[in-house]
Structure formats: C-alpha cells, structure tokens
C-alpha cells in the first residue's frame, strides 16, 4: 500500500495523497479501525480531486499514542490539513467518521468547502435503542438464534472461548449491516492489529456526552458550508436521525440510497457515486 507517515499534532499519521483539484479528505470509521475508504475514492475522478486518506491516531498504521479523545482527533485533521498546505477542503467521513467529520466542521467551519457525511448516526443517543432492534430484525432466524444465545452465555466464558464467541458475535452484527450478505467477504477487517480496541472504547464512551451537548447542538445551526447526509435504506442505525440532522443545517441535504446498508459502496455503489458526483458538481460551481 503506497502511502506516507509525518508527525502531526506530536504523533506520526500515516496518509496517502492521489490524484489533482479540490482536495477531499476520507474519515474511516471505529473508533479504533483503518483506512478502508479506497473504494468510495474510487467513484471520483482523480483528475478533478485530489483525495486524502490517513488513519487516526491509533490505528493500524499511525502512531499508537494517545490522548484518545474527540477533541484531539479533531486537532489531528485540522494539523493534517496544515501540513498538506490546503487552505480548505471537502471532509468525507463515514459512520465513526462522519461524526468527527461532524466535529472537525462545527469547531473549524471556515476550513470546509463541504461535507459528505455517510452512514453517520446522528447527534441524538437514542439511536442505540432502535439500532439494537433494527440490528436482530434484519438478521437471520438462525442468525438471531445464534446471537441471543451467545449473548446470554458469553459472560460466563473466560479467555479463548470468550475471545472466540466476541468475535462471532462481531461477525453475525457486521452481517446484519449489509444488505446483500454475499458481500460479507468484502467488509473492512475488524480483527487486531487493523482495530485498535483501546481506542474503540476510549472515543467511543464520549460520542454521547460530546455530541448531545447543547453547546454543540446550538452550533450546528449556524453552519453554512454545504453538507449532504447519505444512508443506506437497509442500515440497521436508523436514518431518521440523520435526516433530523441533515434539516439543522442551512444548506443540508439528505439522500436514502435503496438496497444498502451500512456500508452502501458494497450494496450500492452505482447510486451512491451517483449522489455524490451530483452534490460536488454543483459545489464546484459555486
């Protein structure tokens, strides 16, 4: 995998750069996992962006040092955008890393030409109740069977076999986010070393707190960059409120993309390039 480390905000973040005009930068998802974004980069034409993948700090390639916390992921991608000299940018973020897209472009919105935010979750915590349901709905019988059985046994589990059926589990919940599950074999990897578990659970414990905050509610209004919100129909994170945030913003849109779940570049490629190519034609003619 081509691609660079540079020291940014005290610690190393491995980045790639290809590709030429209005630089877009890709937030993968976690906390805690890796560049994975190649294919969404690949419904662009390199010859009017230049795209920007890195890893956060933490993760697979970068530097694995801390503090892990919203405030200085943001601070890394601001320093990142600094290095690269890019007096601004479009920031892509999906699920994870829509939400420090999210971040990134309330505390920094002159620095945004734009905002695509993929399969985010929204600002609003009870999207973890209707995702658990949605989660077991979209599942097999037998799926659901093995599921539920396994989370009732799996406290009573110690070492190998506790490892063993988390990663099961892991596996039935990964499934359930796709719509077609033959792409199961075409997910990101989840396992160590491309999933930093520390970081998963040390950013992903303040997204509540963090982003349900009124401050950080009020600030979303005044935000005037153009931004589209894109969801899969199938995703088991509910998109209503997403699209609740996707009305907060002057100039937000929202786009539901039939047959896809959360990872819609695998279900649905064809109509998710088609609504980003269409939301960045008319941002470059403005």
Sequence with gaps: MEGT????????????VQGQGIPIVFLHG?????????????????????????????????????PYTIET???????????????????????????????????????????LYIAGTGIDPAWHIDYRKNRLNRM?????????????????????????????????SLKADLFNHNNFSKLPRMDEPFVNSEVNQEV??????????????????????????????ADPRPYRYVEELAANFQ?????????AGHYPWLDNATILGKHIKAFLSRIDKQ
Aim: charged share 25%.
């Design 5 to 16: 480390t540079a020291k940014i905000n005290g610690v190393s973040l491995w980045h790639h």
């Design 30 to 66: 976690g906390p805690g996992a890796y560049d994975y974004l190649e294919p969404v980069t690949a419904l662009l034409d390199e010859n009017c962006f230049q795209m920007i993948r890195y890893e956060q700090r933490g993760s697979w390639r970068s530097e694995k040092t801390g």
């Design 73 to 115: 992921f943001i601070e890394d991608l601001e320093q990142l955008r600094m290095h690269l000299n890019r007096q601004n940018w479009i920031v892509c973020g999906h699920s994870w890393g829509a939400s420090l897209a999210l971040a990134y472009a309330t505390k920094y919105p002159t620095k945004l030409k734009a905002l």
């Design 140 to 172: 097999t019988s037998t799926d659901r069977a093995e599921y539920l059985h396994l989370r009732s046994a799996i406290e009573k589990m110690q070492d190998e076999e506790r490892e063993h059926t988390k990663n099961r589990l892991r596996a039935l």
């Design 204 to 233: 992903g414990a303040q997204c509540e707190t963090y982003f349900s905050s009124e401050q950080f509610k009020q600030a979303i209004p005044f935000n005037s960059f153009p931004a589209l919100f894109i969801h899969g129909a």
């Design 251 to 259: 100039k937000g849109e929202f786009a539901l993309i039939p047959n």
